[in-house]
């Protein structure tokens, strides 16, 4: 089994930034793809940024803001969040998959408020 462990959500004012970490363990062959999702009450899960060994990929309403990076070393990957708006308040799930594998953490909550 693999598991996902998130950590570095909080409360943080309009304009701030934030740092999340995703540290992953267990059985992690052949687990390619690396990314974060975020969910607000009423509304669907949507893809915030992902990361392979080719590239990144982000969202649209992150893009130019937000940062993905990995360590592969440490299997964790982090997600630095900067000029934090309110409609980025959400539970942030850490993800990881690859040939037909698929695993989510528990998330952690990001709140953006003043």
């Known amino acids: 089994q693999v598991q996902l462990v998130e950590s570095g959500g909080g409360l943080v004012q309009p304009g701030g930034s934030l740092r999340l970490s995703c540290a992953a363990s267990g059985r992690l062959f052949r687990l390619y793809v690396m990314g974060w999702y975020r969910q607000a009450p009423g509304k669907q899960r949507e893809l915030v940024a992902s990361i392979t060994s080719g590239g990144t990929n982000y969202g649209d309403s992150v893009k130019g803001r937000f940062t993905i990076s990995r360590d592969n070393a440490k299997n964790t990957v982090y997600l630095q969040m900067n000029s934090l708006k309110p409609e980025d308040t959400a539970v942030y799930y850490c993800?990881?998959?690859?040939?037909?594998?698929?695993?989510w953490g528990q998330g952690t909550q990001v709140t953006v408020s003043s």
């Open positions: 993800n990881t998959g690859g040939s037909g594998q698929n695993y």
